[in-house]
């Protein structure tokens, strides 16, 4: 058993590193990655880890990017911490300034459509403990009953992970909100891996729906592989994306995407067999 994507309290999980790693170890994982958004802070102090697991700990990030006018996510995996720290500085702006940059584009968008809100909405996200604006503006939208109406299906109302995916970063949505000036390509994105020594993935690539194949198809000569085991795939497409990876001739991947209590329908483990992380754990890029 083993889970290459999972988030820590050093991103918008709930665990610390060293709690993350103690359960996995009481589920005797053989491998482990923490790949926190856009940074790869867990890994400053790694004093701890080696009385907290047992298995093999593949250093690792999640790293969000555009393509196509679409908001991604590329896992970097086996990199040379301190080469990818200080690109991700170079590359990244900071993510308060990206952050509250998103929440009044969003909050914008939505006024245009009629959406109605509480007074001072985006001066009360400062005292929030909501990790992610556009996670908290959703909230806030679902507080209405008015609002609902606005939002076209049931699953993008309930969870801001599919509103996210469906309509802020879809540009054939309503609400989509254009933030290419504050996130890199994903071109650039796969770059800084390779420069760090890493491994790119495409990260949950049925995700993006109906674009799916076209961000497929596009990045599968920048990349090193796909995470083609995953919690809400279908058998189908799990053995899609592994036919895919063998001939093009790039590596396998999965994780739960596990973030503790905030999301407590998704436990810790994957799928994947092991043998195919056999294949890239001792594979480096020559720097």
Same mark, same amino acid.
């Not at 900071?94 to 969003?106: A, S, T, W, Y």
């Not at 801001?160 to 609400?175: L, Q």
């Not at 390779?194 to 049925?206: D, T």
């Given at each position: 058993m083993l889970d290459l994507h999972m988030h820590s309290n050093c991103s918008d999980g709930t665990d610390t590193p060293i709690e993350l790693l103690k359960k996995c170890e009481q589920r005797r994982f053989e491998y482990v990655s923490i790949t926190d958004h856009d940074n790869c802070n867990a890994y400053n102090d790694v004093t701890n880890w080696a009385e907290a697991f047992s298995g093999k700990i593949i250093t690792g990030i999640e790293?969000?990017? @555009?393509?196509?006018?679409?908001?991604?996510?590329?896992? %970097?995996? $086996?990199?040379? =911490?301190?080469?990818?720290?200080? !690109?991700?500085?170079?590359?990244?702006?900071?993510?308060?300034?990206?952050?509250?940059?998103?929440?009044?584009?969003?909050?914008?968008?939505?006024?245009?459509?009629?959406?109605?809100?509480?007074?001072?909405?985006?001066?009360?996200?400062?005292?929030?403990?909501?990790?992610?604006?556009?996670?908290?503006?959703?909230?806030?939208?679902?507080?209405?009953?008015?609002?609902?109406?606005?939002?076209?299906?049931?699953?993008?109302?309930?969870?801001?992970?599919?509103?996210?995916?469906?309509?802020?970063?879809?540009?054939?949505?309503?609400?989509?909100?254009?933030?290419?000036?504050?996130?890199?390509?994903?071109?650039?994105?796969?770059?800084?891996?390779?420069?760090?020594?890493?491994?790119?993935?495409?990260?949950?690539?049925?995700? @993006?729906?109906?674009?799916?194949?076209?961000?497929?198809? %596009?990045? $599968?000569?920048? =990349?090193?592989?796909?995470?083609? !085991?995953y919690p809400s795939f279908e058998n189908e497409q799990m053995e899609f994306l592994s036919r895919f990876c063998n001939e093009k001739n790039l590596f396998i991947s999965g994780g739960s995407d596990y973030h503790g209590t905030k999301r407590p329908e998704i436990s810790l483990g994957s799928k994947v067999p092991k043998e195919y992380v056999d294949e890239w754990y001792n594979h480096r890029r020559l720097t």
């Open positions: 790293l969000q990017a @555009y393509f196509k006018g679409l908001s991604i996510e590329v896992l %970097g995996y $086996s990199f040379d =911490i301190a080469k990818m720290q200080s !690109f991700i500085k170079n590359l990244y702006l900071p993510f308060d300034v990206v952050n509250n940059e998103e929440l009044k584009r969003l909050y914008g968008v939505c006024k245009n459509i009629g959406m109605t809100f509480d007074n001072g909405v985006i001066e009360k996200y400062q005292k929030s403990d909501i990790y992610y604006a556009a996670e908290y503006l959703h909230n806030e939208i679902r507080k209405s009953e008015y609002n609902k109406r606005f939002i076209p299906d049931n699953e993008s109302q309930e969870r801001e992970s599919v509103f996210f995916k469906r309509h802020i970063s879809n540009p054939n949505s309503p609400f989509y909100i254009d933030e290419s000036d504050l996130i890199p390509s994903a071109e650039k994105v796969i770059d800084i891996i390779h420069s760090a020594g890493g491994l790119a993935f495409i990260a949950h690539v049925f995700q @993006y729906e109906e674009d799916a194949l076209d961000v497929l198809n %596009g990045l $599968s000569s920048f =990349i090193d592989g796909v995470e083609c !085991f």
